[in-house]
């Protein structure tokens, strides 16, 4: 059996040359669910089944989805960090993001990176701004899971990482929309599973709603709206710990000290 997969920029369409085919489809941003019911007719018998999260990426191709683990602001708790660490332990998490500040001012900084590095898998990190960037990625040395993603464009497990920690409190920053030109200077056809980090939350969304007023990073905001991730993962603001959002087709979170289990 074959089957052809096209779409255009707001529906998704499936298609087999000799069946008929019932179609439900839910698009939850670029993550599409899918369930599917094919009926035979030379039999009476109906095959039903899910394809639970499958990824849409290119026409004529599937790729399933990943399940990773994001946190942010554990501020130097060890109780919290030890519960993180034990849920990413289990075999359904591939991967970590830690969207910084996970120390007070880096206070445990070297006892957090020994624990996260012990869940053996990539924990892909950013600093907040509680952590100097020199002094994490200094530390970082002996640790061989952890990923120093700020600034950089990390490829991993078929995912695309965009890092950019501290700056929790500007509303404007010329770096990093420089870092973002860089971006998307760098990014190619092949980058389908994008997965921006920022320690700021983006502009205008319920992340970075704090006393009815908005007070998130609005480059952050253009550089979604232009780059178009799959998920926007943020922290700083712990009053919207747990919250999510939408900007276009992104995803956009704040997955606090509690984690938050998000698949792509």
Not at 19 to 46: A, G, M, N, W
Not at 56 to 76: E, R, Y
Request: include cysteine; charge should be positive.
């Amino acid at each position: 059996m074959i089957f052809r997969l096209f779409s255009s920029s707001r529906r998704v369409r499936l298609w087999t040359p000799s069946l008929p085919l019932l179609q439900e489809v839910k698009k939850i941003k670029r993550t599409y669910f899918f369930s599917l019911s094919f009926c035979f007719h030379d039999s009476y018998k109906r095959l039903k089944f899910n394809l639970a999260t499958v990824t849409l990426i290119s026409p004529f191709f599937f790729l399933p989805s990943m399940k990773f683990m994001a946190f942010s602001d554990v501020h130097a708790d060890m109780g919290v960090a030890e519960r993180l660490v034990k849920r990413a332990q289990k075999d359904d998490i591939e991967l970590v993001v830690c969207a910084g500040d996970f120390t007070v001012f880096e206070r445990q900084l070297k006892p957090m990176l020994k624990l996260f590095d012990s869940i053996g898998k990539p924990v892909i990190i950013i600093p907040g701004n509680h952590e100097a960037p020199k002094e994490l990625e200094k530390n970082l040395g002996p640790r061989k899971h952890i990923v120093y993603a700020h600034k950089k464009l990390v490829r991993l497990y078929g995912l695309t990482f965009l890092g950019w920690g501290t700056d929790g409190f500007n509303r404007r920053s010329d770096e990093f929309r420089e870092v973002a030109r860089q971006w998307r200077r760098e990014l190619t056809a092949e980058d389908h599973k994008i997965v921006l980090i920022t320690h700021a939350p983006p502009f205008g969304t319920v992340l970075d709603n704090l006393e009815k007023e908005h007070i998130g990073n609005k480059d952050i905001r253009l550089a979604i709206e232009r780059i178009q991730p799959n998920i926007s993962i943020s922290g700083h603001i712990h009053e919207n710990e747990g919250k999510k959002d939408t900007i276009g087709d992104t995803l956009c979170v704040n997955p606090g000290w509690k984690g938050m289990v998000l698949m792509i």
